[in-house]
Protein backbone atom coordinates (compact mmCIF):
# COMPACT_ATOMS: atom_id res chain seq x y z
CA UNK A 1 0.00 0.00 0.00
CA UNK A 2 2.79 2.44 0.89
CA UNK A 3 4.26 1.62 -2.46
CA UNK A 4 1.35 2.21 -4.34
CA UNK A 5 0.74 5.44 -2.32
CA UNK A 6 4.71 6.81 -3.34
CA UNK A 7 3.37 5.84 -7.06
CA UNK A 8 0.11 8.01 -6.86
CA UNK A 9 2.14 10.81 -5.43
CA UNK A 10 4.69 10.71 -8.13
CA UNK A 11 2.13 10.87 -10.83
CA UNK A 12 -0.12 13.60 -8.83
CA UNK A 13 2.89 15.78 -9.39
CA UNK A 14 3.44 15.12 -13.50
CA UNK A 15 2.30 17.68 -15.67
CA UNK A 16 1.94 14.99 -17.99
CA UNK A 17 -1.30 12.95 -18.47
CA UNK A 18 -0.63 9.69 -16.73
CA UNK A 19 -2.77 6.99 -14.80
CA UNK A 20 -2.46 3.82 -12.78
CA UNK A 21 -3.80 0.50 -13.85
CA UNK A 22 -3.99 -2.42 -11.77
CA UNK A 23 -5.93 -6.11 -12.92
CA UNK A 24 -6.56 -4.54 -15.87
CA UNK A 25 -8.70 -1.49 -14.71
CA UNK A 26 -7.59 1.89 -13.94
CA UNK A 27 -7.42 2.54 -10.75
CA UNK A 28 -5.83 6.76 -10.43
CA UNK A 29 -5.95 9.41 -12.80
CA UNK A 30 -3.52 12.66 -12.47
CA UNK A 31 -5.39 16.01 -12.94
CA UNK A 32 -4.32 16.50 -16.45
CA UNK A 33 -5.46 12.85 -17.40
CA UNK A 34 -9.26 13.49 -15.62
CA UNK A 35 -9.08 16.69 -18.21
CA UNK A 36 -8.83 13.97 -21.14
CA UNK A 37 -12.09 12.24 -20.01
CA UNK A 38 -10.23 9.34 -18.03
CA UNK A 39 -12.11 7.90 -14.81
CA UNK A 40 -10.63 5.19 -12.28
CA UNK A 41 -12.61 1.53 -12.27
CA UNK A 42 -12.36 1.79 -16.14
CA UNK A 43 -11.35 -1.04 -17.73
CA UNK A 44 -8.26 -0.66 -19.86
CA UNK A 45 -8.59 -2.53 -22.53
CA UNK A 46 -11.20 -1.05 -24.44
CA UNK A 47 -8.67 2.22 -24.62
CA UNK A 48 -6.00 0.20 -26.57
CA UNK A 49 -5.91 1.08 -29.94
CA UNK A 50 -2.51 -1.18 -31.06
CA UNK A 51 -1.09 -3.49 -28.26
CA UNK A 52 -3.61 -5.72 -27.34
CA UNK A 53 -1.76 -8.87 -27.05
CA UNK A 54 1.76 -6.80 -26.19
CA UNK A 55 0.50 -5.38 -23.18
CA UNK A 56 -1.05 -8.88 -22.15
CA UNK A 57 2.32 -10.41 -22.12
CA UNK A 58 3.59 -7.48 -20.33
CA UNK A 59 5.86 -8.29 -17.68
CA UNK A 60 8.52 -5.17 -17.01
CA UNK A 61 10.65 -3.20 -19.05
CA UNK A 62 8.81 0.47 -20.99
CA UNK A 63 6.34 -0.43 -23.57
CA UNK A 64 5.09 2.08 -26.03
CA UNK A 65 1.43 1.59 -27.30
CA UNK A 66 -1.40 3.58 -28.53
CA UNK A 67 -4.84 4.63 -27.14
CA UNK A 68 -8.10 5.71 -28.43
CA UNK A 69 -9.45 8.25 -26.00
CA UNK A 70 -12.35 10.36 -26.57
CA UNK A 71 -11.90 9.18 -30.35
CA UNK A 72 -8.61 10.91 -30.41
CA UNK A 73 -5.30 8.50 -30.28
CA UNK A 74 -2.69 9.02 -27.88
CA UNK A 75 0.97 7.83 -27.65
CA UNK A 76 1.87 5.96 -24.48
CA UNK A 77 4.52 4.28 -22.47
CA UNK A 78 3.85 2.04 -19.48
CA UNK A 79 5.82 0.47 -16.80
CA UNK A 80 5.61 -1.88 -14.48
CA UNK A 81 6.10 -0.85 -10.92
CA UNK A 82 5.09 -3.36 -8.62
CA UNK A 83 1.99 -4.55 -9.34
CA UNK A 84 1.31 -1.38 -11.23
CA UNK A 85 1.04 -0.59 -14.60
CA UNK A 86 1.82 3.53 -15.16
CA UNK A 87 0.60 4.82 -18.19
CA UNK A 88 2.35 8.00 -18.97
CA UNK A 89 0.91 9.90 -22.73
CA UNK A 90 2.02 12.02 -25.02
CA UNK A 91 1.73 15.89 -24.38
CA UNK A 92 0.47 18.36 -27.04
CA UNK A 93 3.76 20.33 -26.20
CA UNK A 94 5.77 17.51 -27.83
CA UNK A 95 4.22 18.31 -31.39
CA UNK A 96 4.66 22.12 -31.22
CA UNK A 97 8.16 21.52 -30.44
CA UNK A 98 8.91 18.39 -32.99
CA UNK A 99 6.98 21.13 -35.69
CA UNK A 100 9.78 24.01 -34.32
CA UNK A 101 12.42 21.70 -34.77
CA UNK A 102 11.27 20.50 -38.40
CA UNK A 103 11.07 24.43 -39.23
CA UNK A 104 14.81 25.22 -38.28
CA UNK A 105 16.08 21.81 -40.26
CA UNK A 106 14.64 23.46 -43.41
CA UNK A 107 16.91 26.40 -42.83
CA UNK A 108 19.80 24.21 -42.18
CA UNK A 109 19.38 21.79 -45.09
CA UNK A 110 19.92 24.04 -47.93
CA UNK A 111 23.29 25.07 -46.66
CA UNK A 112 24.28 21.62 -45.77
CA UNK A 113 23.49 20.53 -48.87
CA UNK A 114 25.76 22.65 -50.51
CA UNK A 115 28.30 21.71 -48.59
CA UNK A 116 28.16 18.12 -49.24
CA UNK A 117 27.74 18.49 -52.27
CA UNK A 118 31.24 20.77 -52.86
CA UNK A 119 32.63 17.37 -50.45
CA UNK A 120 31.82 14.82 -53.08
CA UNK A 121 33.89 16.89 -55.42
CA UNK A 122 36.74 17.54 -53.14
CA UNK A 123 37.33 14.57 -50.87
CA UNK A 124 37.94 11.70 -53.36
CA UNK A 125 40.38 13.73 -55.06
CA UNK A 126 41.69 14.79 -51.00
CA UNK A 127 41.76 11.34 -50.21
CA UNK A 128 43.88 10.33 -53.93
CA UNK A 129 46.60 12.69 -53.54
CA UNK A 130 48.24 12.60 -50.04
CA UNK A 131 49.26 10.91 -47.13
CA UNK A 132 47.29 7.94 -45.11
CA UNK A 133 47.35 10.59 -42.54
CA UNK A 134 45.15 12.95 -44.47
CA UNK A 135 42.94 10.17 -45.96
CA UNK A 136 42.22 9.54 -42.25
CA UNK A 137 40.94 13.07 -41.49
CA UNK A 138 38.78 13.23 -45.00
CA UNK A 139 37.39 10.22 -43.63
CA UNK A 140 36.57 11.96 -39.87
CA UNK A 141 35.29 14.71 -42.09
CA UNK A 142 32.90 13.03 -44.09
CA UNK A 143 31.84 11.08 -41.07
CA UNK A 144 30.78 14.59 -39.55
CA UNK A 145 28.80 15.65 -42.68
CA UNK A 146 27.08 12.68 -42.59
CA UNK A 147 26.22 12.86 -38.77
CA UNK A 148 24.83 16.23 -39.40
CA UNK A 149 23.04 15.27 -42.13
CA UNK A 150 21.00 12.53 -39.96
CA UNK A 151 20.25 15.39 -36.91
CA UNK A 152 18.87 17.39 -39.96
CA UNK A 153 16.62 14.64 -41.43
CA UNK A 154 15.66 13.71 -37.85
CA UNK A 155 14.66 17.29 -37.17
CA UNK A 156 12.88 17.92 -40.24
CA UNK A 157 10.87 13.93 -40.25
CA UNK A 158 10.14 13.56 -36.27
CA UNK A 159 7.08 15.78 -37.10
CA UNK A 160 6.00 14.35 -40.30
CA UNK A 161 6.80 10.60 -38.74
CA UNK A 162 4.30 10.96 -35.85
CA UNK A 163 1.51 12.46 -38.32
CA UNK A 164 1.91 10.30 -41.06
CA UNK A 165 -1.26 7.68 -41.54
CA UNK A 166 -0.92 3.51 -41.64
CA UNK A 167 0.60 2.49 -44.90
CA UNK A 168 -1.18 1.77 -47.69
CA UNK A 169 1.64 -0.23 -49.80
CA UNK A 170 1.53 -4.11 -49.62
CA UNK A 171 4.68 -5.63 -49.48
CA UNK A 172 7.08 -8.59 -48.59
CA UNK A 173 8.23 -7.62 -44.81
CA UNK A 174 11.06 -10.37 -44.76
CA UNK A 175 12.38 -9.61 -47.98
CA UNK A 176 12.38 -5.62 -46.78
CA UNK A 177 13.82 -6.45 -43.23
CA UNK A 178 16.65 -8.98 -44.85
CA UNK A 179 17.82 -6.58 -47.37
CA UNK A 180 18.49 -3.56 -44.44
CA UNK A 181 19.92 -6.67 -42.34
CA UNK A 182 22.31 -7.56 -44.42
CA UNK A 183 23.35 -4.30 -46.09
CA UNK A 184 23.62 -2.71 -41.81
CA UNK A 185 25.68 -6.11 -41.21
CA UNK A 186 28.67 -5.42 -42.69
CA UNK A 187 29.12 -2.25 -41.30
CA UNK A 188 28.12 -3.12 -37.57
CA UNK A 189 31.46 -5.54 -38.46
CA UNK A 190 33.82 -2.71 -39.19
CA UNK A 191 32.40 -1.34 -35.75
CA UNK A 192 34.56 -4.00 -33.87
CA UNK A 193 30.76 -6.03 -32.94
CA UNK A 194 29.57 -9.57 -34.12
CA UNK A 195 26.25 -9.64 -35.92
CA UNK A 196 23.38 -11.81 -36.81
CA UNK A 197 20.35 -11.85 -38.45
CA UNK A 198 17.39 -14.85 -38.16
CA UNK A 199 14.89 -13.77 -40.63
CA UNK A 200 11.27 -15.65 -40.41
CA UNK A 201 11.70 -18.75 -42.95
CA UNK A 202 8.71 -17.68 -45.21
CA UNK A 203 7.62 -14.39 -46.95
CA UNK A 204 5.03 -12.21 -45.37
CA UNK A 205 3.02 -9.85 -47.27
CA UNK A 206 1.27 -7.00 -45.21
CA UNK A 207 0.85 -3.38 -45.28
CA UNK A 208 4.00 -1.09 -45.06
CA UNK A 209 5.89 1.31 -45.41
CA UNK A 210 9.47 1.13 -46.85
CA UNK A 211 11.32 3.92 -45.77
CA UNK A 212 9.85 4.20 -41.94
CA UNK A 213 10.53 0.63 -41.34
CA UNK A 214 14.16 0.88 -42.51
CA UNK A 215 14.66 4.17 -40.64
CA UNK A 216 13.17 2.33 -37.52
CA UNK A 217 15.88 -0.64 -37.54
CA UNK A 218 18.58 1.09 -38.50
CA UNK A 219 17.85 3.74 -35.26
CA UNK A 220 17.50 0.34 -33.37
CA UNK A 221 20.72 -0.77 -34.71
CA UNK A 222 22.33 2.55 -34.03
CA UNK A 223 21.82 2.44 -30.61
CA UNK A 224 22.56 -0.93 -30.01
CA UNK A 225 26.16 -0.35 -31.95
CA UNK A 226 26.97 3.23 -29.15
CA UNK A 227 25.89 1.02 -26.17
CA UNK A 228 27.75 -2.23 -27.27
CA UNK A 229 31.44 -2.60 -26.23
CA UNK A 230 34.37 -3.60 -29.08
CA UNK A 231 33.48 -7.24 -29.38
CA UNK A 232 30.07 -7.92 -28.34
CA UNK A 233 27.54 -8.96 -29.72
CA UNK A 234 23.96 -7.63 -31.49
CA UNK A 235 21.83 -10.53 -32.45
CA UNK A 236 18.46 -9.37 -34.18
CA UNK A 237 15.16 -12.27 -35.16
CA UNK A 238 11.92 -11.87 -36.76
CA UNK A 239 9.14 -14.23 -35.85
CA UNK A 240 5.94 -14.51 -36.15
CA UNK A 241 3.11 -14.98 -33.41
CA UNK A 242 -0.49 -14.75 -34.59
CA UNK A 243 -1.00 -11.76 -36.67
CA UNK A 244 2.21 -10.24 -35.42
CA UNK A 245 5.82 -9.89 -36.93
CA UNK A 246 8.06 -9.32 -33.84
CA UNK A 247 11.55 -7.98 -34.43
CA UNK A 248 14.01 -8.55 -31.44
CA UNK A 249 16.92 -6.81 -31.14
CA UNK A 250 19.65 -7.86 -28.48
CA UNK A 251 22.76 -5.80 -27.69
CA UNK A 252 25.53 -7.46 -25.07
CA UNK A 253 25.85 -3.83 -24.05
CA UNK A 254 25.84 -2.44 -20.13
CA UNK A 255 21.82 -2.60 -20.15
CA UNK A 256 19.59 0.67 -19.41
CA UNK A 257 20.53 3.04 -16.61
CA UNK A 258 17.98 2.43 -13.36
CA UNK A 259 17.18 6.06 -13.96
CA UNK A 260 16.04 6.24 -17.77
CA UNK A 261 14.21 2.50 -17.35
CA UNK A 262 10.72 4.80 -17.09
CA UNK A 263 11.78 7.85 -19.66
CA UNK A 264 12.86 6.03 -22.36
CA UNK A 265 9.98 6.72 -24.66
CA UNK A 266 8.41 10.41 -22.63
CA UNK A 267 10.60 13.13 -24.21
CA UNK A 268 12.01 13.17 -27.26
CA UNK A 269 14.61 15.52 -25.92
CA UNK A 270 17.25 14.45 -23.20
CA UNK A 271 20.47 14.07 -22.39
CA UNK A 272 21.30 12.27 -19.48
CA UNK A 273 25.33 13.56 -19.05
CA UNK A 274 26.68 16.46 -21.29
CA UNK A 275 29.74 14.22 -20.95
CA UNK A 276 28.50 11.07 -22.75
CA UNK A 277 28.35 11.72 -26.29
CA UNK A 278 26.32 8.13 -27.32
CA UNK A 279 23.24 10.06 -25.75
CA UNK A 280 21.69 12.19 -28.51
CA UNK A 281 18.46 14.26 -28.24
CA UNK A 282 16.11 11.35 -28.71
CA UNK A 283 14.60 12.34 -32.16
CA UNK A 284 15.63 8.02 -33.32
CA UNK A 285 13.29 7.63 -30.85
CA UNK A 286 10.43 9.00 -32.24
CA UNK A 287 10.95 7.76 -35.29
CA UNK A 288 10.93 4.23 -34.00
CA UNK A 289 7.95 4.62 -31.56
CA UNK A 290 5.96 6.26 -34.41
CA UNK A 291 6.74 3.49 -37.46
CA UNK A 292 5.64 0.51 -34.58
CA UNK A 293 2.37 2.47 -34.01
CA UNK A 294 1.63 3.56 -37.93
CA UNK A 295 2.09 -0.68 -38.43
CA UNK A 296 -0.34 -1.38 -35.49
CA UNK A 297 2.45 -2.52 -33.72
CA UNK A 298 4.13 -1.71 -30.20
CA UNK A 299 7.89 -1.31 -28.97
CA UNK A 300 9.20 -2.48 -26.19
CA UNK A 301 12.48 -1.95 -24.46
CA UNK A 302 13.89 -4.68 -21.64
CA UNK A 303 16.22 -5.90 -19.96
CA UNK A 304 15.91 -10.03 -20.13
CA UNK A 305 18.12 -11.67 -17.18
CA UNK A 306 19.80 -8.55 -16.58
CA UNK A 307 22.26 -8.61 -20.35
CA UNK A 308 22.09 -5.80 -22.44
CA UNK A 309 19.17 -4.06 -24.04
CA UNK A 310 16.50 -5.74 -26.00
CA UNK A 311 14.61 -3.93 -28.06
CA UNK A 312 11.18 -5.57 -29.45
CA UNK A 313 9.40 -4.31 -32.37
CA UNK A 314 5.66 -5.62 -33.74
CA UNK A 315 4.24 -4.84 -36.94
CA UNK A 316 0.38 -5.89 -37.58
CA UNK A 317 0.06 -8.22 -40.14
CA UNK A 318 -2.37 -6.40 -42.53
CA UNK A 319 -3.48 -6.81 -45.79
CA UNK A 320 -4.38 -5.18 -48.58
CA UNK A 321 -7.44 -7.58 -49.98
CA UNK A 322 -7.22 -5.55 -53.30
CA UNK A 323 -3.58 -7.15 -54.28
CA UNK A 324 -0.27 -8.34 -53.07
CA UNK A 325 1.40 -6.20 -54.92
CA UNK A 326 3.51 -2.98 -54.26
CA UNK A 327 1.83 -0.09 -55.28
CA UNK A 328 3.65 1.78 -58.22
CA UNK A 329 4.58 4.97 -56.40
CA UNK A 330 6.89 7.67 -57.39
CA UNK A 331 8.50 8.37 -54.06
CA UNK A 332 11.67 11.27 -53.35
CA UNK A 333 14.32 9.20 -51.72
CA UNK A 334 14.74 11.63 -48.46
CA UNK A 335 18.25 10.96 -47.96
CA UNK A 336 19.04 12.82 -51.64
CA UNK A 337 20.29 9.53 -53.14
CA UNK A 338 23.03 8.55 -50.21
CA UNK A 339 23.71 5.16 -48.17
CA UNK A 340 20.76 5.34 -45.82
CA UNK A 341 23.07 2.86 -43.86
CA UNK A 342 25.89 5.00 -43.21
CA UNK A 343 23.52 8.07 -42.17
CA UNK A 344 21.43 6.22 -39.63
CA UNK A 345 24.10 4.52 -38.58
CA UNK A 346 26.63 7.78 -39.10
CA UNK A 347 26.59 8.07 -35.02
CA UNK A 348 27.96 4.76 -34.48
CA UNK A 349 30.25 3.91 -36.91
CA UNK A 350 33.78 4.50 -37.35
CA UNK A 351 35.63 6.91 -39.32
CA UNK A 352 36.65 4.16 -41.88
CA UNK A 353 33.64 3.68 -43.04
CA UNK A 354 33.43 7.09 -44.40
CA UNK A 355 35.97 6.74 -46.94
CA UNK A 356 35.36 7.98 -49.91
CA UNK A 357 35.60 5.66 -52.04
CA UNK A 358 32.71 3.58 -49.22
CA UNK A 359 30.32 5.95 -48.64
CA UNK A 360 28.18 6.97 -51.63
Avoid at 126 to 140: L, M
Avoid at 199 to 218: G, H, I, M
Avoid at 315 to 337: C, H, M, T, W
Wanted: hydrophobic content about 40%; overall charge negative; charged content about 20%.
Amino acid sequence: MAQSNDIYGMLDLMDRPGFCVRDQKIVKVNPSAELRMLTPGEDIAPLLHTGHTEYGEFTGGCLYLTLKIADQIWGASVTRMGDTDVFLLEQEEDQTELRAMALAALELREPLTSVMTIADDLLPAAAAQVSSEAVEKVARLNRGLYQMLRIIFNMSDANRYAAAAAPTETRNVCALLEDTFNSAGELIKQAGLNFRFTNYPQSVFCLADKEKLERAVLNILSNAIKFTPAGGTIDAKLTKKGNLLVLTVQDSGDGVAESLKGNIFNRFCRIPTIEDGRFGIGLGMVLIRSAAAQHGGTVLVDQPEGQGVRVTMTIAIRENKQSIVRSPLLRVDYAGGRNHQLIELSDSLPATAFDCGKSN
